[in-house]
């Protein structure tokens, strides 16, 4: 005769099992969550595009990823949270070859592990117009290499050291109302000698025009150059500045908290300037990019 199981036996037999059935679901549905990688299929020379890291769960929340980067073009990229997930703008130079050019992408797990994809983006060439112009000889010497290179290393620390905080929602501000005299990339010849691509966006501005902040922000450089002139940057947060060269007279100052639309100067022609307008231009990540971008197309 078969002796009969130890009811406790079987009871433990079917708590172990149940428990077992239960950390199978949880892993299955770690596995099945997953990060996904995924960015703009195409952007324009001159154009900026976003990278975004996410979970391919139904309720996303990203807690598995941490210290994410990315590398396009030889320049590292920091990820900054955006609703569930995390989001790392990119700015494209505008000399920048057409073609298919990867990004690569890191961040690292809770269990510590670092993780390394790869996407690609494609750059699509966009044509920009060329112009000539004279500049006047106490101008002309202003374009001496060894003074633009100094001023512009002043301003490019401000550049480079990124503040965390978003500080923008929606489009931004054309800073003045007039019409654009020079647009972004445009080629530039100087005394009829060629230089380099325009990297913002000239407006007709009369000295005494007033000048508005794109958008909110910090001011971190509100000073007169020789080459720049009347110069204002405001930080937007996380690697996105504006810049605002050639003013007759700054109104803001260093370390003043703005919002959008705030006046924070008079347009001029200080500086490398052959008549009074207003110099725009846009930051993201020590790369110029096309500023009407962000005027006409939200980037979040």
């Not at 990278?51 to 590398?71: Q, Y």
Request: hydrophobic share 40%; with cysteine.
């Amino acid at each position: 005769m078969k002796k009969a199981r130890d009811p406790r036996i079987l009871a433990n037999i079917t708590v172990g099992f149940a428990l077992f059935t239960i950390i199978l679901i949880l892993l299955a549905g770690r596995v099945l969550a997953g990060v996904d990688v995924f960015a703009h299929g195409e952007v324009y020379q001159g154009r900026s595009f976003m990278v975004f890291i996410s979970e391919t769960s139904d309720t996303p929340t990203l807690e598995s990823v941490r210290d994410a980067s990315l590398v396009f073009d030889g320049k590292k990229i920091a990820f900054y949270p955006y609703e569930k997930g995390m989001r790392a703008i990119v700015g494209c130079e505008p000399e920048k070859k057409p073609g298919e050019y990867p990004i690569e992408v890191k961040y690292t797990d809770n269990g510590g592990k670092v993780n390394l994809r790869e996407i690609s983006i494609m750059v699509s060439p966009k044509t920009y117009p060329k112009v000539s112009f004279w500049l006047i000889p106490s101008k002309k010497k202003l374009l001496a290499p060894a003074l633009v290179d100094d001023e512009w290393g002043q301003i490019e620390k401000k550049l480079l050291d990124e503040s965390p905080a978003k500080l923008w929602y929606g489009f931004y501000l054309r800073p003045v109302p007039g019409i654009t005299t020079m647009p972004f990339g445009t080629r530039e010849f100087v005394n009829g000698k060629p230089r380099s691509r325009h990297r913002g966006q000239d407006f007709r501005a009369q000295t005494g025009t007033p000048v508005a902040a794109a958008h909110n922000g910090k001011v971190v450089i509100a000073q007169f150059f020789k080459a720049f002139g009347g110069t204002v940057v405001i930080d937007h947060g996380q690697g996105i500045n504006t810049l605002y060269f050639h003013l007759s007279k700054i109104i803001a100052h260093p370390g003043q908290e703005v919002k959008k639309g705030d006046r924070i100067g008079l347009a001029g022609s200080t500086g490398i300037a052959s008549g009074p307008h207003l110099h725009w231009g846009m930051s993201v990540h020590d790369v110029r990019v096309d500023p009407m971008q962000w005027v006409e197309t939200v980037i979040p």
